[in-house]
């Protein structure tokens, strides 16, 4: 089973305000100068934001925000987020994989930026929506 | 660049207790627009049969990251931090973690190797509260990039 696609923009603003939050600085998600540098085509996005776009989505589709039971992704592609008002997008898709019957349910998640895949094995363990 | 294989195994010592604030997890759940009542105010939260406010899934990374300098900083294994790229994250929960958690890491390195000139880390944190009962485990795999 397919659940919706659910759609996250995500400006320079969104980073710096992960970046304050999450207290990771790391300068590639907030200086061109710094991310041209160290060879990356322009400022990213962390990959933990990302992953919490993911969790947005997961909880979305769980119905209730305590649900998620296992969560995991590795980062395959960085997103690059414009200095522009429109940023970017992360399409999140999620197919059911299995519904056991201890009254869990497994979700093979996928995250695309710009049609190309930004996480890979990024699966997730929710309490099955009741 | 590699990375010591001998140090699989490697158990850091526990981290001195993160107090997790409500307003902490307010402004972490405002920074993911994570919306859900449960994230803000705490008589949601207490509906759901939580103490107080919930953190979003991928918030224990605030506290392990800080956690993890142990390792990236330890000077035996000599990680070079400027060179260092996230490649896995999981997170498998005991519970949610809720405001007014006094949370405790014990890192441990799982897995070293070196490949084409760079190096993989990955390490398991279990977290757990005051009372020593366990939130969630946490993996994290780093690349250590090695000089082009």
Known sequence: ?????????????????????????????????????????????????????????????AGVPDAVVDFGARFTRPVVVPDDDQGTEIEVAAVVKEVT???????????????????????????TPR | MSLDPSFVGRTYPPTAPYQVGREK???????IGATDPAHHDPEAARALGHPDVVAPPTFPVVVTMAASRQIIED????????????GDQRFAYTRPVVAGDELVCVNTIEEISNRGGHGFLTTRTDVRNAAGEPVVAVWSKIVVRGEA
């Not at chain 1, 790391?26 to 085509?41: C, M, Q």
């Not at chain 1, 933990?48 to 776009?53: E, G, H, K, P, Q």
């Not at chain 1, 930004?118 to 929710?126: D, F, K, N």
């Open chain 1, 1 to 61: 089973m397919e659940l919706p696609t659910q759609t996250f923009r995500v400006t320079r603003a969104d980073l710096v305000r992960y970046a304050g939050a999450s207290g990771d600085f790391n300068p590639i998600h907030w200086s061109d100068r710094f991310a041209t540098k160290v060879g990356l085509p322009g400022v990213i996005a962390h990959g933990m934001f990302t992953m919490a776009l993911v969790g947005r989505a997961v909880t979305a589709w």
């Open chain 1, 101 to 127: 019957e201890d009254g869990l349910t497994r979700l093979d998640v996928t995250a695309t930026c710009l049609g190309e895949k930004v996480l890979s094995q990024a699966r997730a363990t929710i309490r």
């Open chain 2, 25 to 31: 997890i307010r402004e972490f759940a405002a920074a």
């Open chain 2, 75 to 86: 000077p035996a294994l000599g990680v070079d931090y400027s060179r260092v790229v996230h």
